[in-house]
């Protein structure tokens, strides 16, 4: 079992920055793959970016240049930077944790956090 609690979400302006965490506990954290996903009222939860436990990041393409994860395995931590942020970031932000496939599907993390909101005013 593996929980997640994350944090770090707020208001921000237009083309402001943001820094989730996301505190993990439980199983072997560090061989696990990590995502972030995000929901907004009315759509689908998207992925955003995952890492792998050697460290290789992937991003969505409307994130990609603007958001960076990272993980601090000694720190049971996920991060999620976010930089010139846009009203359409906003969402609720979720982290997730998978032990066997890496994607940003949400169907292959087994573990997920209770989200923290992220809203961008224009």
């Known amino acids: 079992q593996v929980q997640l609690v994350e944090s770090g979400g707020g208001s921000v302006q237009s083309g402001g920055s943001l820094r989730l965490s996301c505190a993990v506990s439980?199983?072997?954290?560090?061989?696990?793959?990590m995502g972030w996903f995000r929901q907004a009222p009315g759509k689908e939860r998207e992925g955003v970016a995952f890492?792998?436990?050697?460290?290789?990041?992937r991003y969505a393409d409307s994130v990609r240049g603007r958001f960076t994860i990272s993980r601090d395995n000694a720190k049971d931590t996920l991060y999620l930077q976010m930089n010139s942020l846009r009203p359409e970031d906003t969402a609720m932000y979720y982290c997730?944790?998978?032990?066997?496939?890496?994607?940003?599907?949400?169907?292959?993390?087994?573990?997920w956090g209770q989200g923290t909101q992220v809203t961008v005013s224009s």
């Open positions: 997730a944790a998978g032990p066997l496939r890496c994607s940003l599907l949400p169907s292959d993390y087994d573990y």
């Open positions: 439980g199983d072997t954290y560090s061989s696990y793959c």
């Open positions: 890492i792998t436990s050697r460290g290789t990041a």
